[in-house]
Structure formats: C-alpha cells, structure tokens
C-alpha cells in the first residue's frame, strides 16, 4: 500500500501503490502544476475537498468527488496525522461542510480544510512556505500568470 515516504512539518506523507485505495478520512493529496491539492478521502473511493481553484480561475465550493475525479490520474500521498480526529468525526467534519462556497487562497483553502477535518485548525503548509520565501512566490506567480507559463521579459528579481 505504501512505496516512500517522507517526514513534513504537519506529519508523515507516504505515496500510496498505485492500485492502492487509501484509508477511511486519510488526508490525501496530489501534485497539479502549481500546487499541491489536498482531499479528505470518505471511503468507497470517494473525496471531500474544496474545489477552489483546482478547474479553473473560477473558485469552486466543498463537493464530494470520486477519488478518480480528485486525482486525475496523478499519484496520490497520503499525510498521517499523530494526535487527529477519529474516523468517523474527520468524515462528519468533512461532508458538514459540502457547498460551502467561502474559498480564499491564503487563509481558507483546501490544505486548511483538511488540517480543519482532521485537527481542527485552520492551516496550510504550503502557504506558510510560500509567504516564507517572497522571492519564490512572486517569480512562481509571475509564471502562473504569464501567458505560456513563462515570466514575462523584464527585470530580473535580484536573489
């Protein structure tokens, strides 16, 4: 079920086999082009998460996908939390949520609404590291707003 695994500021992640299905309210996540999308997976292959931004410029509510419609084919990691929720209370916390429609990049996005399942807080790893490396964030942004994906030609951001 399990192939590597790395430690993380929030617990342990572990990429799941590939015909592998991951445990009941497993906090799951996969790698899109500029990010990473997190998912509360509810069992019987189907995921909770703030759609967000993950199809477009168009923010999307909280809805229940299949696990294929989550993952669109991309490996999936599963993130072990120590001290969470049980089972059935991360499951309830994520569906008590369905169609929620307040998605906010910086303070409410879909790696808040997972660490919110399954412990409660409010908090998004990636987003700490993002606004902990300003350079980084601005040349990425400039990427991910300039057509073809490229910065576009001006000055360079010194280092």
Known sequence: MRETGRTTATGQEWLLAADAVPPRAA??????????????????????HYRGLSRGWRA???EEVSLDEFSRGR??????????????TVITR??????????RLLSNNCEHFCEWCVHGRNRSLQIEQ?????RRALLAALRFLAPGGRPAAGPSVPG
């Open 130 to 134: 993002w606004l902990a490396r300003p």
């Open 27 to 48: 906090h799951i996540i996969v790698s899109r082009t500029w990010y990473a999308h997190h998912g509360i997976h509810v069992g019987e292959g189907r995921v909770v």
């Open 60 to 62: 999307g509510p909280v």
């Open 75 to 88: 490996r999936i990691r599963v993130r072990s939390h120590d001290g969470g929720y049980l089972i059935e």
């Open 94 to 103: 994520a569906r008590s949520r369905l169609g929620e429609d307040g998605y």
